[in-house]
């Protein structure tokens, strides 16, 4: 019931993560809209009418910062993250197990340092009614919560790979690693 529920929590957390990214498409587009029909109009009346999104920019800065966040543990757990094993997986099973728990509990640790430390800005952001300098004002609190949220739920996924570590299983990218590398020597074959 447990994995049940962390797996969906990576999903959900990966979802979001689309969302946003659909979300930055519809401010881009609808920003290239809105300059397109003023260029129209530019050319029929003679005058421009300023038609924009105000701080579509910043909004769109916004959802990045959430939607690459959030992205952060889904992508963790299915081996999207940039790992150098040219040394590890040559190892023997034993050394290999040692290295693959220190560098889950380094990585578990700096994310919740990481954490910690955006939860202290939130609040910050929140209790000084900071807001960004754009047009439109928004309170910080709000990307920055998503910034938090997004690495509490990549601090569960480095402790629950380091846990399956520690148990003599392997972490959880280490399945979307082989399915690669199956593919990477047979193209063709079904995997």
Do not use: K
Not at 109 to 117: D, E, M, P, S
């Amino acid at each position: 019931m447990l994995r049940r529920m962390l797996d969906r929590l990576y999903l959900v957390s990966g979802v979001a993560a689309a969302i946003f990214l659909v979300l930055i498409c519809l401010v881009v587009t609808i920003q290239i809209g809105l300059r397109a029909l003023d260029n129209l109009l530019h050319l029929l009346t003679g005058e421009r009418h300023g038609l924009m999104i105000p701080s579509a920019a910043e909004f769109s800065g916004f959802l990045l910062a959430a939607a690459s966040f959030l992205a952060l543990a889904w992508t963790l757990r299915h081996g999207g993250h940039i790992r150098v094993n040219l040394v590890i997986r040559h190892l023997p099973s034993a050394a290999r197990r040692a290295t693959e728990t220190f560098a889950l509990a380094v990585g578990a640790a700096l994310t919740g340092f990481f954490a910690w430390h955006t939860l202290l800005m939130v609040i910050d952001s929140w209790i000084f009614h900071e807001v960004s300098y754009g047009i439109v004002p928004v309170p910080l609190w709000l990307p920055q919560s998503a910034m938090f949220l997004g690495l509490v739920v990549l601090f569960v996924a480095f402790v629950d790979d380091l846990v399956q570590v520690l148990r003599g299983q392997p972490p959880s990218y280490a399945a979307h690693e082989a399915r690669e590398t199956r593919l990477a020597e047979d193209p063709e074959g079904e995997v």
